[in-house]
């Protein structure tokens, strides 16, 4: 299905004959990826995952060309679309991806390939350019600052009326949908979106000054009209599980439309749940019980005391990167923890990919405890460079602070801002639109991949010597 490699054609030879040449950043890039075969093994191993017969059948996309697309998107943050069409009308873009003169297929392909990839297989291709990086001698690991970011997942602003709009609207689409393939399960099943609608949008008019006599009484309406839609969808699912279907691709649709309506009801429960204690009982709510989205329900709260944007939805990501910008460590935490609990983690990665511990490292004041400075101690770190938080500091600890080295250490530390800066805006990190846990911890990867494959071909490359200047 997918060969290992395609002949050129005389179309590919005469556009090779022109001497049109790349970008030096991504001539650099593909020759990285040319010398280090096994990246490729291991999308290949993604691509054919599951498959009876993989050398059997139409030819798709190979893994040198879904590996290196890939790469391209994060590298210059386009959406599929857009990456084929600039693939498709550029020749240098063609070179790179290897499909020379050969047809760049619809933007779909591209996304069937890429939700192939695993997070496993994303964070086997870091590890992969982190060790070949070491292998070349562009890294040795003497230096390491850590810090943590916030991405977003693609959702609204999460209230509960909107929540509870949201189920209405999606179990109503859902529903219809199984009707196609049952119209016997729409039988009792009312439409109850525009007065779910209404709700809503009186809700969220609301003045502070009416919202305490107002507000519980659309409430009680609007969970009422939640609670019958959730008993007519999963009655029609029951209806429509009863029909007889003779064919087999009919009845694996209303198969995959029960499962999620099912689905999608039992986290509308938790909405309403969650809105009548809040609402109706005046409690409150804890963060790790409440549901902030039913499209991705694995969203967390995030508050990091940050003055612009107080509050954030997404996920909260752990970076630790070396002296020369390469990004040895990342990882997708769950929830809000606190910054101190991956210091020792993030030592003893460092201690499994260099073999040794770093000879400074630094962090900010969010890291510092008495437990994580004693951990870097321990770990055999040279310059511990992590101020304290808060509390009275010993005349010890101001001495250390006062230290050249922890004051460069500082510095030092501060250049990861800039990694995260050039993340969240140049490799599209701010916000995943992609749908689900897995997939955002992909996109997370690819995105951490880019940097570091544009990192090692810029030390790979040969530095021009400075003009001296002019005295």
């Not at 049109?20 to 280090?36: C, E, G, I, K, R």
């Not at 699912?237 to 087999?248: H, K």
């Not at 509050?311 to 910054?339: C, M, Q, W």
Request: net charge positive; with cysteine; charged share 25%.
């Amino acid at each position: 299905m997918r060969p290992p490699g395609r002949p050129l054609s005389f179309a590919d030879v005469e556009l090779r004959a022109q001497g049109v040449a790349l970008d030096a950043t991504l001539q650099a890039l593909a020759h990285f990826l040319d010398a280090h075969a096994a990246l490729v093994t291991l999308v290949h191993q993604d691509l054919v995952r599951g498959l009876r017969r993989p050398q059997t059948g139409r030819g798709g996309l190979r893994a040198v060309q879904v590996l290196r697309a890939f790469v391209l998107q994060r590298v210059k943050a386009w959406d599929l679309r857009e990456l084929r069409e600039r693939i498709a009308d550029g020749y240098t873009l063609r070179r790179v991806t290897t499909f020379d003169a050969a047809p760049v297929p619809k933007h779909d392909a591209f996304h069937r390939a890429f939700c192939r990839l695993t997070p496993a297989t994303v964070r086997a291709l870091h590890d992969a350019v982190v060790q070949a990086a070491v292998a070349l001698g562009l890294e040795d690991g003497a230096r390491l600052r850590v810090d943590t970011t916030v991405v977003e997942t693609d959702i609204h602003w999460p209230t509960d009326s909107t929540l509870l709009w949201d189920a209405v609207r999606v179990l109503t689409r859902l529903v219809r949908r199984l009707g196609a393939q049952v119209p016997s399960a729409l039988r009792g099943f009312a439409d109850h979106t525009r007065r779910a609608r209404r709700r809503m949008q009186e809700l969220s008019r609301l003045p502070p000054a009416q919202r305490p006599r107002q507000q519980r009484r659309k409430y009680r309406d609007l969970l009422g009209v939640t609670a019958r839609v959730v008993g007519t969808a999963r009655a029609a699912v029951a209806m429509a599980q009863r029909a007889p279907l003779s064919d087999p691709r009919a009845a694996a649709a209303v198969a995959a439309l029960s499962a999620a309506i099912e689905h999608f009801a039992g986290l509308t429960e938790r909405v309403m749940a969650q809105t009548r204690r809040r609402v109706l009982h005046g409690e409150s709510v804890p963060v790790h019980e409440k549901l902030f989205s039913l499209i991705e329900p694995h969203t967390d709260l995030i508050q990091r005391g940050k003055a612009r944007r107080p509050v954030e939805f997404g996920h909260k990501v752990f970076l630790a990167e070396s002296g020369h910008g390469v990004i040895t460590d990342y990882r997708v935490l769950e929830g809000n923890p606190s910054d101190e609990r991956h210091v020792g983690p993030s030592l003893a990665q460092h201690a499994a990919t260099f073999g040794r511990a770093p000879a400074l490292d630094a962090a900010d004041r969010g890291f510092s405890s008495p437990a994580t400075v004693a951990a870097v101690t321990t770990a055999g770190v040279g310059t511990e460079c992590l101020p304290q938080r808060g509390g009275h500091k010993t005349p010890e600890r101001t001495a250390h602070e006062r230290r050249r080295a922890f004051q460069r250490g500082q510095r030092f530390r501060a250049g990861i801002e800039g990694r995260i800066s050039v993340l969240l805006r140049g490799r599209g990190l701010r916000r995943c639109l992609l749908q689900g846990r897995e997939r955002f911890e992909v996109f997370v990867g690819a995105a951490v991949l880019a940097n570091n494959l544009l990192q090692i071909t810029a030390l790979l490359r040969p530095r021009r010597a400075r003009p001296a200047r002019a005295a």
